[in-house]
């Protein structure tokens, strides 16, 4: 359920983008650059070519830095401050969500550029976000259930052969399951909540990472195509502030999923890349693509809309709820109160970052 679910938003994402570059390009004035000393095409491409490298740098840096830091004591997921980074990255998302993501589709779909029948007349950024936040939510339970029952048949046959048969990857939640049979104090129920809760930090790991990877190359993509010189300065120092933080919640999440080395390096490749695609992208179809047509407008908006819920839901629900509502935070007050704080700092230094991005 869940590699149908991401197949499907995948499929999606790429009809969204061969509509933009397909569908024919009209009203010109709307496509025409404005005249100003910023509207640089010689100096904005080697600007681009600092922010590939910078931004893939940066989203390295970000997503590996809690899985390469397991080892140090103060930054292992049973440390409290590990807890408090993983806040504020989740501040990250959220601020990501709200302040930047969903902004910029109620921008683009109420542009002038668009007709004023339905465009200008509904709210559909709203609209979609919701939907997109509801929809986000059904697959998440739904790949959580069939995940789940999945791995409890897989738990059989590995009790029952000597060399422990059955998925390699999902060998953590396989040894949980060597408690099942045994009724003494029933370990069987505390081995059922570390199974559940290993598959839906999975689960999480995963819908989280499609989010980001979509608004990614939304991101870059409308970097790659504008030669506004002024724009992009701004936005290679936004976007590695945000692309670090951002990889440090998301990698914070794989860790805690316990994924096979394979896994991980998959995950975190898609990541890194995405943005600096984006922009190679923007590049390569800077003659072709105009970030002020109608269609790339539409298709833009409602993408940056469909992330913008996404983001918000695992931010709020998959992260920052199921921590603070965990036995762990909720038997300390103080861990609470710097968990806070730290949600705080990282929502308020993304929406800092809405002034020059």
Known sequence: MA???????????????????????????????SANTCN?????????????????????IGVTLP????????????NDLFIIVKCFAAGIILGTGFMHVLPDSFDMLWSDC????PWHEFPFSGLVAMFSAIITMMVDSLATSVYTKRCKTEIIPAESSPAGG?????????????????????????????ES???????????????????????????GASNNTCTIKGLIAALCFHQMFEGMGLGGCILQAQYKFLKKAIMVFFFSVTTPFGIALGIALSTTYRENSPSALITVGLLNASSAGLLIYMALVDLLS????????????????????AVFLGAGGMSLMAKWA
């Open 3 to 33: 590699t149908t679910s991401v197949s499907l938003f995948k499929i999606i994402f790429v009809f969204f983008i061969l509509f933009t570059l397909l569908t024919p390009q009209a009203v010109a004035d709307c496509e025409a650059e």
């Open 40 to 60: 640089n095409k010689e100096k904005a491409l080697s600007l681009k070519l600092i922010a590939i490298f910078t931004i893939l740098v940066s989203s390295i």
């Open 67 to 78: 899985l390469v830091t397991r080892s140090v004591p103060a930054l292992s997921p049973e």
């Open 114 to 117: 668009l007709k004023e029948k």
């Open 166 to 194: 059955g998925d390699q990857e999902m060998g953590g939640v396989v040894n949980f399951g060597h408690f099942h049979g045994h009724h003494h104090n029933h370990p069987e129920n505390k081995a059922e909540g570390q």
């Open 197 to 223: 809760q290993l598959l839906r930090y999975r689960v999480v790991a995963m819908v989280l990472e499609l989010g980001i990877v979509v608004h990614s190359v939304v991101i870059g993509l409308g970097m």
């Open 322 to 341: 199921a921590d603070f509502m965990s036995p762990r935070l909720q038997g300390s007050v103080n861990l609470q109160l710097k968990s806070y704080l």
